[in-house]
């Protein structure tokens, strides 16, 4: 959610906000419900209509819902989709996250944009947040007509949970078991590409990383264990199935992985087991370190490779996208074990 530097007020204030969530969660405290609205939510452009809250689906009586960004143009062609999946360690974050991401590529006039929102493992523990996120997919395909959304042209961009649940769209594709019911059944939930951003790709390694910062992932307070409903190794099955390197076949779209050498929360680690799984299977992805970075990811060189890659698997556009590692800026959470100090983090 740090990636574009037109925002780069809000996007500081949204990285703050991430490491309080984590660090209620490591503290055994109920995560605070996000705000509605960020308070800084930037002015969105002229060139860009947002069309709020549409249903996308239900979870029982419960109303599921997304944010619509189109070109105020209209255009006579259908337009690809990114699909915006907030992070905010599965505990907190809002679809309102999307929007500042999600704004320059509709701007453009050759996407529209879809932010999602997605129930919380507070609230329903994991299948829930992927049968969500597949359900949003499957609406765009059923959108498609009213909206002028090309269907067969989804892209998903998430970042750090967000990463993690767009990671799992691209490889589980049409798996039977995450699919869920929860709207516009008999469209597909695939994806034509993903940009991952500092998700976590493994459950099981990742139940090995020592965390200093935050409480350890095999922890049962940690944000992985609740979001599986208990200590990730005691939850085996559960965790494998909510790992997207259990899913990586040889027909899984385009990936750009995106991840801090230095991040404390989520080990750089994850990525290269992602990558690598990817490339064993024989798909396509791509790797880009950011040298020295932590959690947050931002800056004009990864705006632009973002771009650069979904121009190339959306739009078809013969531009070259560099695996060249990124030196990062000042990191946003390059110093959380001493953030997390400062909350009463243990």
Not at 98 to 116: D, M, Q, R
Not at 119 to 126: D, F, M, T
Not at 207 to 227: D, H, N
Not at 299 to 310: D, K
């Amino acid at each position: 959610m740090w990636h574009i530097l037109r925002f780069a007020s809000w996007r500081c204030t949204a990285a703050v906000a991430v490491l309080v969530v984590w660090g209620a969660v490591a503290a055994g405290q109920p995560a605070k419900k996000p705000p509605r609205k960020p308070a800084q939510l930037p002015k969105l452009r002229e060139s860009v209509v947002l069309h709020r809250d549409i249903e996308y689906g239900r979870a029982g009586q419960r109303p599921l819902l997304l944010h619509l960004l189109l070109p105020r143009e209209p255009t006579t062609r259908p337009l690809p989709v990114v699909v915006f999946i907030h992070g905010g360690a599965w505990r907190a974050g809002s679809r309102d996250v999307g929007i500042p991401a999600l704004a320059p590529l509709v701007a453009s006039g050759h996407y529209a944009g879809v932010s999602v929102g997605y129930r919380l493992s507070q609230e329903a523990i994991w299948p829930a947040q992927i049968h969500d996120c597949k359900a949003a997919i499957r609406w765009v395909r059923a959108q498609a007509p009213q909206y002028g959304f090309d269907p067969i042209k989804i892209g998903v961009w998430g970042s750090s949970a967000g990463g993690h649940l767009v990671s799992l769209l691209g490889t589980s594709g049409d798996v039977k078991e995450l699919e869920g019911e929860n709207g516009s059944p008999g469209f597909s939930s695939r994806v034509q590409c993903v940009v991952d951003f500092c998700g976590p790709s493994d459950f099981l390694e990742f139940a090995k990383f020592k965390r200093t910062a935050l409480a350890p992932t095999a922890s049962p307070e940690s944000p992985e264990s609740l979001l599986l409903g208990g200590p990730v190794l005691e939850r085996k099955e559960l965790a494998r199935q909510a790992s997207p390197v259990t899913y990586a076949s040889a027909d899984d779209p385009p990936f750009l992985i995106v991840h801090g050498t230095d991040d404390p929360l989520v080990p750089f680690s994850q990525a290269e087991l992602l990558y690598a799984a990817l490339k064993k299977a024989g798909a396509k992805p791509l790797l880009v370190k950011i040298q020295g970075g932590g959690h947050g990811i931002g800056g004009t060189e990864v705006s632009q490779r973002v771009r650069a890659f979904l121009d190339r698997h959306l739009r078809g556009l013969d531009v070259e996208v560099s695996e060249e590692p990124i030196t990062a800026p000042k990191p946003v959470l390059r110093d959380a074990p001493k953030a997390a100090r400062k909350l009463k983090v243990r």
